[in-house]
Nanobody
Framework: VQLQASGGGLVQAGGSLRLSCVTS????????MAWFRQAPGKEREFVGA????????YYADSVKGRFTISRDNAKNTVYLQMNSLKPEDTAVYYC??????????????????WGQGTQVTVSS
């Protein structure tokens, strides 16, 4: 399974960006995906994870109400729509995947497949 993240950039506070994560390879075997981010000097942190089978999406408290995860099956793409961006959202954003859903979905070390990351910078 390969993941390719894109869509990052520089935006002013209050602005929006949409990140994309294109999946390829044995995508049929993937049942769990997530977005993480990592700011300089900080650990990688959970942003959100959709559970498609239950039509639910879980978000970190820091992004709830501002970020939305969606997908386009025809394009094998998962999106992270980010609105009302804040300077503290500045980070490298990663999409991640694993074969099976896991209860501890917020932990980065459970994910086997990672995209290369895309930089998001929010200016004040």
């Amino acid at each position: 399974v390969q993941l390719q993240a894109s869509g990052g950039g520089l935006v002013q506070a209050g602005g929006s960006l949409r990140l994309s994560c294109v999946t390829s390879g044995h995508t049929f075997s993937v049942d769990a995906m997530a977005w993480f981010r990592q700011a300089p000097g900080k650990e990688r942190e959970f942003v959100g994870a959709p559970r498609w089978s239950l039509r639910r999406t879980y978000y970190a408290d820091s992004v709830k109400g501002r970020f939305t995860i969606s997908r386009d099956n025809a394009k094998n793409t998962v999106y992270l729509q980010m609105n009302s961006l804040k300077p503290e959202d500045t980070a490298v954003y990663y999409c991640a995947a694993r074969i099976n859903w896991i209860v501890d979905y917020r932990s980065a070390h459970h994910y086997n497949y990672w995209g290369q990351g895309t930089q998001v910078t929010v200016s004040s």
